[in-house]
């Protein structure tokens, strides 16, 4: 028998900056997300000989995802 476990958590920050021109006008514009995420990984090897030539195994893997974005939008 075998088990693993793994936890990752991860940040994302992105920042963008764009001008939008138009012929009186001018926009400036920042983009600030933000980007959480949570990684659980988990598995579970059996094995288990039924005899010199046979053996029975088993591997479920299990994955869970959590994602969060934060968006913050600003016209200047």
């Given amino acids: 028998m ?9 940040k994302d920050n992105r920042v963008d900056v764009e001008n939008i021109f138009y012929p009186d006008e001018e926009w400036n514009t920042v ?16 094995d288990y000989n039924l005899n010199k030539k046979s053996n029975f195994s088993k591997s479920p893997i299990i994955n869970v995802f959590q994602e969060t974005i934060g968006i913050i939008l600003v016209l200047i």
Avoid at 2 to 10: L, P, T
Avoid at 31 to 39: D, F, I, P, R, V
């Fill in 2 to 10: 075998f088990f693993n476990y793994s936890y990752n958590s991860r």
């Fill in 31 to 46: 983009l600030n997300k933000n980007t959480w995420s949570e990684t659980h990984n988990a598995s579970f090897n059996f």
